[in-house]
C-alpha cells in the first residue's frame, strides 16, 4: 500500500475509475475529436452531427444503477449516477451551443495562454497548488478549459468542469 505521502492510487481506485470510462470507440466522432484535440466548435457541426451527439448525450446521461435497498427488500429501485466531468462538460456545451471550447495548459506559476493573452490563476485555487511529495511537486490539475462566446465573453472552468470564478483569473497582457 502507498504511502499517504504519495497522493498514489490504490489499485482499487484505479480499477473504480477504469470501470466508469467510455470506450472511444463507441462515442461520435465529434466527441473523440474534444478528446484528442481538446476543443470543439460545435457551431460547425452538421445536423446529423448534433444528433448524434444529443442521442450520445441522453445515453450517457439516462444510464442508471439499479441496487437493492437491503436484503429483506428484493425489490429493485433506480439510483442516480454521480455527476462526471463528462456531465460537466457536456453541461457548458449546452448551456454555451455556439461557445468554442479549448483546452491549454497551466504552467507551474500558475499561469496560461489563450488567444494570445497571458492569464493568471489565483493563488488560492488549491487544485492548481502544488502538492510536496517525496518525489518533488505534483499537481492535481495543469489544464483549463476555456469556452470562448465568439461575442468576446470567455467563461473558464477547471479540468474537472468546474466553474472557475472570473475573479480568480486575471489577464496579465499578451
Same mark, same amino acid.
Given at each position: 500500500?502507498? !504511502?499517504? /505521502?504519495?497522493?498514489?492510487?490504490? !489499485?482499487? $481506485? ?9 470506450? &472511444? ?17 460545435? !457551431?460547425?457541426? !452538421? =445536423?446529423?452531427?448534433? #444528433? ?17 435497498? /437491503?436484503? $429483506?427488500? *428484493?425489490?429493485?429501485? $433506480?439510483?442516480? %449516477?454521480?455527476? *462526471?466531468?463528462? +456531465? ?11 461557445? %468554442? ?5 497551466? /504552467?507551474?506559476?500558475? %499561469? ?12 488560492? &485555487? =488549491?487544485?492548481?497548488?502544488? =502538492? #510536496? *511529495? ?7 490539475? +495543469? #489544464? ?13 472552468? /477547471? ?16
Amino acid at each position: 500500500m502507498p !504511502s499517504d /505521502d504519495r497522493d498514489s492510487l490504490t !489499485s482499487y $481506485k484505479e480499477a473504480i475509475l477504469r470501470s466508469r470510462e467510455i470506450n &472511444l470507440s463507441d462515442c461520435p466522432g465529434c466527441v473523440a475529436e474534444l478528446l484528442e484535440t481538446g476543443e470543439l466548435d460545435t !457551431s460547425l457541426l !452538421s =445536423k446529423d452531427q448534433r #444528433r448524434e451527439l444529443a442521442e450520445f448525450l441522453n445515453k450517457v446521461d439516462s444510464q442508471e444503477a439499479c441496487t437493492e435497498a /437491503d436484503g $429483506k427488500n *428484493t425489490a429493485c429501485h $433506480k439510483t442516480r %449516477r454521480r455527476e *462526471t466531468r463528462f +456531465d460537466r462538460i457536456n453541461a457548458i456545451m449546452r448551456l454555451f451551443p455556439n461557445g %468554442r471550447i479549448a483546452t491549454v495548459s497551466v /504552467d507551474t506559476d500558475n %499561469r496560461f495562454i489563450y488567444n494570445g493573452r497571458v492569464y493568471e490563476l489565483d493563488s488560492s &485555487l =488549491k487544485q492548481y497548488a502544488p =502538492k #510536496r *511529495t517525496r518525489y518533488g511537486d505534483q499537481y492535481d490539475m +495543469d #489544464r483549463v478549459t476555456v469556452i470562448d462566446c465568439g461575442d468576446g465573453e470567455i467563461h473558464f472552468v /477547471d479540468q474537472d468542469g468546474y466553474d472557475i470564478e472570473d475573479n480568480m483569473i486575471t489577464c496579465i497582457g499578451r
